[in-house]
């Protein structure tokens, strides 16, 4: 068996492991993704402490239940009660800075007083508290407990086909769609500039005389596919392991499944286009003629990254089956619920008879165009070409 191809994949390997600017972009995108987790957790477990003054019991309650409300959203933040004797204390300590804020009636209401700005969020606490302890008393003068109050107040969302988050799903599609557009264009980039390269410099005339034509394309492309998998799935598995030390962390079973799914769809997704890059660099004789040939493929990559995060309800469904945007769109739909188990299986042979036919195509272009070195060719002109 003709093993050139394995021999063409490692040299397109080896070149990119020892090439500086590539490890230099790797250890960068990781220190990024790591730096970006690590914001995370120390913005989300940070420790703060509210002091509201009061001058009566009635407000030292509300101040404490608020205490409670904040304690549950975040475990590190506090509100703290200051009991003073007169108003005029309680004014003098938020002016001087001594304390946060100073809960008091006026008028038959509540309100706080503050400094300068005020902390919407605590806000919203107090206010929150307020009501329930407003509703508690009307239920109890009518009779009603606790119990029944909040079961007279809530309402439960129950879904006919599993839960599902429209909110998580868009948020993921935007974190699959930014990858995928990434790689594909860094990676089919580096493969178009390197058979373009190889024209212009007419080393491909001696590769082509000792090995095949179409080993010399399946090296390239299973080589640049190899490097592009394997960085994503450093990226991907930095992030779940970055995602494991927030409070995200409850998403990881979900997350986890939507990422292996994107990594098997995305590997179907850059084989097709492979074929196409390689194709594009083979049209042209000068490097300045990829950015003429590579245009329907960067096209097509914004249109996944756009479909990504705007795609919605049944057009997110459709697009979900269309090849190179189910790369995207499916795993999207895993992580947020709306996918059937045998949606991305069919998805995914739909991905793969696609990329079939794109390395067909993308052969026959390759194999047709690149020892033509008159100038660049169309897409067209070079499927007339003879073999």
């Known amino acids: 068996m003709n093993t050139s191809w394995a021999t063409i994949a490692r040299r397109e390997i080896m070149v990119k492991l020892t090439d500086k600017s590539f490890i230099i972009s790797t ?12 914001g995370v ?12 003054v009061v001058t009566d019991q009635q407000a030292a309650a509300i101040v404490q239940g608020t205490d409670s409300l904040v304690r549950k959203k975040n475990a590190k933040s506090s509100v703290n009660v200051v009991e003073v004797s007169s108003d005029e204390e309680a004014e003098h300590l938020v002016s001087a800075g001594d304390a946060d804020a100073w809960l008091r009636q006026a008028d038959g209401s509540w309100q706080l007083v503050w400094k300068t700005e005020s902390k919407t969020s605590l806000e919203q606490s107090v206010d929150t508290v307020i009501k329930d302890l407003t509703l508690s008393d009307l239920a109890r003068q009518a009779g009603l ?9 809530s309402v439960e969302s129950v879904t006919l086909e599993g839960d599902s ?6 948020l993921t599609g935007l974190a699959f769609a930014a990858l995928f557009m990434f790689s594909s264009l860094v990676y089919g980039m580096q493969i178009a500039n390197s058979v373009v390269e190889e024209k212009q410099s007419r080393i491909v005339e001696i590769l082509v005389s000792v090995v095949p034509v179409r080993a010399l394309l399946a090296g ?3 080589g640049q ?5 394997g960085q994503m799935v450093l990226l991907l598995g930095l992030g779940l392991i970055g995602l494991s030390a927030t409070k995200l962390s409850v998403m990881l079973p979900n997350l986890s499944g939507a990422v292996a799914w994107f990594l098997v769809f995305f590997l179907a997704g850059f084989l097709a286009l492979a074929c196409i890059w390689a194709a594009a660099g083979s049209l042209g004789t000068r490097t ?9 493929l960067t096209f097509v990559l914004m249109a996944v990254y756009v479909a990504g995060f705007t795609a919605s309800g049944t057009a997110k469904v459709v697009l979900s089956y269309v090849p190179i945007m189910s790369a ?5 739909r895993i992580m947020d619920n709306t996918a059937q188990w045998w949606e991305p299986v069919i998805a995914l042979v739909i991905n793969l008879l696609f990329a079939a036919l794109m390395v067909s195509l993308g052969s026959r272009i390759y194999r047709r165009a690149l020892m033509q070195t008159s100038g660049r060719l169309s897409y067209r002109a070079a499927l007339r070409l003879s073999d």
């Open 27 to 38: 250890i960068v995108s990781l220190a990024v993704t790591a730096l970006a987790f690590a």
């Open 165 to 170: 988050n429209p909110m998580i799903g868009s």
């Open 328 to 332: 995207v769109l499916m795993p999207a």
């Open 220 to 222: 390239k492309v299973i």
């Open 41 to 52: 957790q120390i913005f989300a477990n940070r420790s703060t402490t509210t002091d509201i």
């Open 225 to 229: 596919t190899a490097m592009a998998v």
């Open 145 to 153: 407990s606790d119990a029944e109050l909040q079961a007279r107040m």
């Open 288 to 296: 300045e003629d990829v950015q003429y040939s590579a245009q329907p």
